[in-house]
């Protein structure tokens, strides 16, 4: 019995993460299908069409987990109180080295910042909208849902999932713009919050009280960066 619900969890699991790293070319192929260039389009046309295509997504996932997912909104309501006193401190821990070893990097490297980072403000000056959307409400959800339920459901040992989802995780982050071995660098304040949150999810068995951190980390850092460049005018 626990065989066939490990397979089953699994082979979920692994839908979820396919689903995940093929759809940015679903996108594209639907459009592509209707013969409409998305390099044509005006970029309030593709930011509406980008924000409907990721709810879509968000939607497809919480199907696909919606029974864990009831359950884990049962116990978000019962224990909400005592996950964020528990698991706060592991938040601002996770922001400390971050911080820390972005400092350190930005002296080693001369100030210069991951790509990951300019990919980020440069979407914020050009569509701060999308950016918000993006970053505060889809990535919390649908990167917890991956990185930490669905490879969870692959990996039942805690240990090894905790270093494969804080690995993929901050990897990931880095390797679309990796331009040498400095840039392996970042892994550390990438790598940080994904184990960190990978841990917890080991603790309470509910993705929600991850996604609430990792939404909450990212609304301040994003409206942080919002309230600057409104600040300095470069918005």
């Known amino acids: 019995m626990k065989v066939n619900r490990y397979i089953i969890n699994a082979g979920v699991g692994l839908l979820a993460i396919l ?11 639907f459009l592509d299908v209707l013969h409409i260039d998305y390099q044509a389009m005006s970029l309030s046309t593709k930011v509406l069409y980008l924000i409907v295509t990721d709810t879509l997504e968000i939607v497809f996932l919480f199907f696909l987990f919606r029974k864990k997912l009831k359950e884990d909104v049962q116990d978000l309501k019962k224990n909400h109180e005592g996950y964020f006193k528990t698991y706060f401190k592991y ?8 911080m ?28 701060p909208i999308y950016a918000y959307f993006s970053s505060v409400i889809f990535a919390p959800f649908v990167e917890e849902i991956i990185f930490r339920r669905s490879i969870r459901n692959v990996i039942p040992i805690d240990s090894l999932f905790i270093i494969v989802s804080g690995l993929v995780f901050g990897g990931l982050h880095i390797i679309t713009g990796f331009s040498g071995p400095l840039d392996l660098l970042y892994l550390i304040p990438y790598c940080t919050p994904g184990l960190i949150f990978a841990y917890i999810l080991t603790k309470t068995d509910n993705v929600l009280v991850t996604a609430g951190i990792h939404l909450m980390h990212n609304g301040i850092m994003v409206s942080l960066q919002i309230f600057i460049y409104l600040f300095l005018g470069t918005m």
Do not use: C, D, H, P
């Not at 689903?19 to 192929?29: E, H, K, M, P, V």
């Open 91 to 98: 938040w601002l821990f996770a922001l400390a080295i971050m």
């Open 100 to 127: 820390i070893s972005n400092l350190i990097i930005m002296l080693i490297t001369e100030n210069q910042t991951s790509k990951n980072e300019e990919a980020v403000r440069s979407l914020l000056t050009k569509s």
């Open 19 to 29: 689903i995940y790293f093929t759809y940015s070319y679903l996108q594209l192929g």
